[in-house]
Structure formats: structure tokens, C-alpha cells
């Protein structure tokens, strides 16, 4: 036992931000960013928290559904753009929301949305939720580094959720971590105690690009392989392959690796950047609302960032 | 051996002569970007079966890389 796909939402905030955008400020140019990292444009909150865009995710996605709110038992969220720690980015979606059911985020970064598709399955598998929301929702221009030319230029904001019930769909799922924060780091507010002894970072993403692009890639090519294989699938069961959007040289170097067709991978990196937790329920809903998802397609999700971890499930639409 | 290697791989992404790279060759010139050199690595890991780290090395140029390599297939 584990759920079904119902339905999906999305929201990115309205102001748009190209390169050009960027580089009146940064020293960066449109060739080099769409060359290194494949992002043209990206959306920017000028005054939405990450909840706030969680929030019209999860309402896209209870209306494409045809659920209503009052119906959801747990609303899962990730974020590592929100507001607060506490309350916790699904504590400020209930409350937007004007729900009172149980909610609880998952911090797993750039895989998370992989990690609460997981929990899920394991509320569904034990009886204790007849409706979930899974909401990926960030606000990542607030932890960007903007005088980093080599990683403000990546990032965009967004939220998009799936609202999922009991079923069959979940397929199968694969988890790997590598617990360190030497690749990617994003640290906490400094704080001011008098206390402390040791040195502080920025409070800002910071990122190795190089280990990470090695540390992705590896992770997509592995990670679907041994799912494939545990499956008893090939490529050709595989309908498409919804990444997360972390960069389209990660993303053409894993689909030369695994010697597929480009067209398995979707990819809409160009127009959002990297939303973190929330790439893969963006991209899934743009496929849901263009109607390329039929019933019973077979997806593959993979995911890998921040942990470091990667993740990736087989889910049939 | 090794830079004979490095050398075939980049001639073979660029669509250049062998002849035109060289040790002291800037990977700037031949318009190769840092993760253009991460695949380079990743493909002479998976041709002689062994993790190289970039560490904190910086690779420059082709003749920088082809060291990093050797020290590491020792």
C-alpha cells in the first residue's frame, strides 16, 4: 500500500528576472550563464514567503484534484528558504490554508520532495492518512549569496504540490546519503553568543560546483539504474525522466552516461532555475496541465543536492 | 600515456587534431568550462577504473590535469 497521484499545483512568484536582470549588478553575462548552467530566466519573490507560495501551490493542486482543503489529514512540506524555523513552512501553510490537520517538513534539500513522497507511503501504508498535500515551496533569492556571481545566477523561486490518496502508484524508491557539508553548505544566521568559540560562515548557499556537477551525476546514473534493474524495467518502460532542475549540464552529461534519448529527460531549468524541493512537483504539474501524463505512465524521479543526499522513485502517473 | 589519452578525449569533444593539444594548453583557450573539465575527469575515471578527486587542485591547463591523473593512478 502506498498512494495515487490526484492531482498537482504550482506557483512562481510574477517578477520575472533574466540574465540580463543580473548582470547590471553582477559581473556575469547571458552566454556564459545559459553555457555553464542553462537557466535564461528566473522567477523572484518581491514579497511572497516561501508558505505564502506553498500555499497557492497546494490550492492549484487541491482544485486540479477536486479535493478540498478540510479533506487533507497531513500536509507535508520542505523547504530550505523558509521564513522561520519555527513555526516550520507547512505550520505557515495550515494557517494560510485555514486547515487544522497534522503538517510536518522534511529537511532533505534538493531531494526532499523524493523523501516526503516516501513518508507518505508510510502514513498511507499505515492507515493514518486518507489525504496528503506534498508541497515543495522556496524562496531561495533570500539565502543567495547575490554578490556570488557563481551562485546567485542558479537559483529561482516557487512552490508546487501533489495531492495524493491510498493506492498502488509508488513503485519503488532508493535513498543514498553522504552526511558532510564540505560540497554544498547552506549555514544558519550567525547569532550573536558570547559564547561560541568556532568560526561562522555566511549564511548563505554555498556550493562547490565541480564536486557537485561529479556528485549529481553519479547519483542520477546509479540511483536509476539499480532502480531499473530491482524493477526488472529498461528505458524503454520509461515514459520520462522528471529531474531536479539543478543545472542542464548535470542532466546532459548523466543522459550521454546512461546512453538515453534527450527527450526522456523533461527539462524547464531555462525558465525557473533551480527551485530546490520544489523543481520536480513544478515540472510534473507544467507536464500534467500540457497533458503529456496519461494514466499509468511510468515516471522516473531522480533528486540529489544538499546533504549530501540523492534520491529517486519510480511512480506511475 | 596518459596525456595521449586526455589529449584523444578532448580532440574527440572538440572535433580538433590531436596535434593541437598540447601540455601547456589553457583549457580557457580551447573554450573548455570547469565542468567541461569534471567530465573529462569523470570519463578517465571510468577508463581506468579509479576515483580522482579534484581536491584543491587547480587544473589550468591539460598538462595540469594529466599530473593530477598520474599522481593518482601511482
Redesign the interface.
Known amino acids: 500500500m502506498s498512494f495515487q497521484v490526484l492531482g498537482s499545483g504550482m506557483y512562481v512568484p510574477p517578477r520575472i528576472v533574466t540574465n540580463e536582470d543580473i548582470s547590471k549588478f553582477v559581473d556575469t553575462n547571458d552566454e556564459w550563464i545559459m ?2 548552467v542553462g537557466v535564461k530566466q528566473r522567477h523572484i519573490s518581491t514579497n511572497e514567503t516561501a508558505a505564502d507560495m506553498g500555499c497557492k501551490a497546494a490550492l492549484a493542486a487541491l482544485e486540479n484534484s477536486g479535493v478540498k482543503k478540510e479533506e487533507i489529514d497531513l500536509i507535508l512540506a520542505a523547504s530550505v528558504s523558509g521564513e522561520s524555523i519555527s513555526p516550520s513552512v507547512s505550520c505557515m501553510i495550515q494557517n494560510l490554508l485555514g486547515v487544522s490537520c497534522m503538517t510536518m517538513d522534511v529537511n532533505a534539500a534538493c531531494s526532499a520532495f523524493i523523501f516526503m513522497l516516501e513518508t507518505a507511503a508510510g502514513f498511507f501504508a499505515r492507515g493514518r492518512a486518507k489525504k496528503v498535500l506534498v508541497i515543495g515551496a522556496e524562496r531561495l533569492s533570500r539565502i543567495v549569496d547575490w554578490e556570488d556571481r557563481g551562485t546567485c545566477v542558479i537559483f529561482g523561486d516557487g512552490a508546487g504540490a501533489l495531492v495524493l490518496e491510498a493506492g498502488d502508484s509508488y513503485i519503488d524508491s532508493i535513498f543514498d546519503v553522504k552526511g558532510g557539508a564540505d560540497v554544498i553548505d547552506i549555514p544558519q544566521a550567525i547569532g550573536k553568543s558570547p559564547f561560541f568559540e568556532g568560526t561562522q560562515k555566511k549564511p548563505y548557499i554555498h556550493m562547490a ?3 557537485t ?2 556528485f549529481a ?2 547519483a542520477i546514473c546509479h540511483d536509476s539504474t539499480q532502480l531499473l534493474e530491482r524493477q526488472g524495467f529498461t528505458w524503454d518502460d520509461v515514459k520520462y525522466i522528471v529531474p531536479h532542475q539543478a543545472n542542464k ?1 548535470i542532466i546532459d ?1 548523466a543522459c550521454v ?1 546512461l546512453k538515453i534519448p534527450h527527450e526522456k529527460f523533461y527539462v524547464n531549468i531555462d525558465r525557473y532555475g533551480n527551485t530546490s524541493s520544489a523543481s520536480i512537483p513544478i515540472a510534473l504539474d507544467e507536464m500534467n496541465r500540457k497533458g503529456m501524463l496519461k494514466k499509468n505512465d511510468l515516471l522516473l524521479l531522480p533528486a540529489f543536492g544538499g546533504g549530501l543526499a540523492s534520491a529517486a522513485c519510480l511512480l506511475r502517473w | 600515456m596518459v596525456f595521449e589519452k586526455v589529449a584523444a578525449m578532448l580532440a574527440e569533444k572538440l572535433e580538433c587534431e590531436v596535434s593541437e593539444i598540447k601540455p601547456d594548453t589553457k583549457f580557457e583557450a580551447l573554450g573548455i568550462d570547469s565542468l567541461d573539465v569534471m567530465e573529462l575527469l569523470m570519463n578517465v575515471e571510468e577508463e581506468f577504473g579509479t576515483e580522482i578527486e579534484l581536491g584543491e587542485n587547480k587544473v589550468n591547463e591539460v598538462g595540469d590535469l594529466v599530473k593530477l591523473i598520474e599522481s593518482k593512478l601511482k
Request: proline share 0%; no cysteine; glycine share 8%.
Open positions: 553555457q555553464r560546483g565541480q564536486e556537477f561529479k551525476v553519479n549540464r552529461f552516461k
